[in-house]
């Protein structure tokens, strides 16, 4: 049987990661977590926050999508836990992670959004990245007040276009064509988890779950927070948020 020699290539991952440990030394990146409610505007500000810095947005929702899309082992694991109504555990979703900063565009930094969403995942986070010779930069918090964040979800429209995605909100921000996206001209959508009953579920995960994340990363001298309100304009938010660095 032929056996292909895996050596040129062998564990090019190992190779990546001892190649990038050294860039980083010369090149620190700049890892930014953002912490808020559903809500909150962490998507929009993320990617605008993005194109300030140069470096890309890492969101978990997607990967995982990714890896379910491309029917790999650990998509497949994640499609069963799914139908099980069980969320992925904390290790698989770090594991996933790793993988994917080891691409050459995240070897700057990256924008993580949603993640991590518990103190476990915060954790093992830090391990990640303290053992690849890098660190979390900035922790930022978004603060909006609940009414406010109700407010906001029951008129969000978002893109369908998953690689635009953008959001807009029926009476703060509509688009200028009704239900058409003013950037990529797709059409826009009510996400099925920003149904009133599910976005209550949504609000209870996050103050159980990720709110503890605040103190947490406080306590690691990492946090800024960042308030706003239903008066406060996206380019406000934006402006607090690109002083922060
Ligand atoms: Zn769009």
Aim: aromatic share 8%.
């Amino acid at each position: 049987m032929f056996v292909r020699t895996a050596y040129p290539t062998e564990n090019p991952q190992r190779f990546r990661t001892v190649l990038r440990s050294l860039f980083w030394i010369i090149c620190k990146p700049k890892f930014v977590v953002f912490v808020g409610p559903p809500g909150a505007g962490k998507g929009t500000i993320a990617n605008e926050l993005a194109a300030f810095l140069e470096i890309p947005t890492v969101s978990m929702g997607d990967l995982f999508r990714r890896e379910q899309a491309n029917g790999t082992a650990i998509g497949v694991l994640l499609s069963t836990l799914i139908n099980e109504g069980k969320f992925a555990p904390d290790e698989l979703t770090i594991g996933v992670l790793k993988k994917e900063l080891l691409k050459f565009k995240y070897w700057r930094g990256g924008i993580l959004d949603g993640f991590p969403r518990n103190i476990n995942q915060a954790i093992l986070l830090g391990t990640m990245l303290k053992e690849q010779g890098a660190a979390l930069t900035i922790v930022i918090e978004f603060a909006v007040p609940e009414p406010d964040l109700l407010n906001r979800l029951a008129y969000r429209l978002t893109c369908s276009n998953k690689e635009c995605g953008r959001t807009f909100h029926l009476k703060m921000l509509p688009p200028k064509v009704s239900g058409v996206c003013d950037h990529c001209q797709s059409k826009l959508y009510q996400r099925p988890d920003d149904a009133p009953a599910v976005v209550e579920a949504r609000l209870a995960t996050y103050r159980t779950q990720t709110a503890p994340l605040i103190a947490f990363y406080a306590k690691e001298g990492l946090l800024k927070t960042v308030r706003a309100d239903n008066t406060t304009g996206k380019d406000t938010v934006l402006k607090a948020v690109i002083s922060l660095f």
